[in-house]
């Protein structure tokens, strides 16, 4: 498996309350994405990033914001969590662009807002 | 935001029968990545499609794409306990930055 780090592994906070996470890579690579994953939904890219302090916006990226200040670490933030916000989350890497590479998933983030 | 359709969404199995998953998309795809995520698992990587009807083969997984690179399907021949999880197809998007994932199909194989 790729060198991919996300922590924390489970998460249970409050609404109202703002929650980072994080995903840390070993592999040097240049790109890295947040996904969200509900049942019914799939995989649903939240933002990602194409260097640092590169990143774009995903499908559902409001409530979201993202930074990128070192190759080996993008982090999530929630700046005001709510209810709708609990979900799996997914930091996957990739080499280069997903049209030459696949995807290297971490092993996930279980949030909770209650 | 726009998703790649995946059907059917479950599907239940007795362990030696076939299943097939499909994926369609309402615009032409340069290319199609397959991937599959076990119980509690995170996705791996399974194939990559690029050429108009390019099927590919990996032991008893099919994989094919169509001719006009708008759907593609994934083939298991006599299912086995360890093909259990969630399958699901990816269209790169975003000129080329992003990949976009299918909603998925459960497979579930009972014995």
């Known amino acids: 498996d790729a060198g991919i780090t996300q922590s924390p592994r489970h998460k249970v906070t409050e609404t109202g309350t703002p929650v980072t996470l994080r995903c840390h890579q070993t592999e040097n690579h240049r790109y890295m994405y947040w996904y969200r994953q509900d049942p019914g939904h799939g995989l649903r890219l939240i933002h990602y990033s194409y260097g640092v302090k590169d990143t774009d916006k995903g499908e559902v990226s409001d409530g979201y914001s993202v930074s990128r200040s070192k190759t080996e670490d993008f982090l999530l933030t929630l700046e005001s969590a709510t209810s709708s916000q609990t979900s799996v989350y997914f930091c996957?890497?990739?080499?280069?662009?997903?049209?030459?590479?696949?995807?290297?998933f971490g092993s996930g983030t279980q949030l909770s807002v209650l | 935001g726009q998703q790649v359709m995946q059907i059917p969404q479950y599907q239940h199995v007795q362990e030696g029968e076939d299943f097939t998953t499909y994926c369609n998309s309402s615009?032409?795809?340069?290319?199609i990545q397959w991937y599959k995520q076990r119980p509690g698992g995170h996705p791996v990587f399974l194939i990559q499609?690029?050429?108009?009807?390019e099927v590919k083969k990996q032991k008893r997984l099919t994989f094919q794409f169509g001719e006009a690179k708008k759907n593609s399907s994934l083939h298991i021949t006599a299912t086995q306990t360890t093909d259990v999880g969630t399958y699901f197809c990816?269209?790169?998007?975003?000129?080329?930055?992003?990949?976009?994932f299918g909603t998925g199909t459960q497979l579930k194989v009972e014995l």
């Open positions: 990816a269209e790169i998007t975003g000129g080329g930055n992003k990949l976009t």
């Open positions: 499609l690029v050429k108009s009807g």
């Open positions: 996957a890497i990739s080499e280069t662009l997903p049209t030459n590479e696949k995807l290297f």
């Open positions: 615009t032409t795809l340069s290319n």
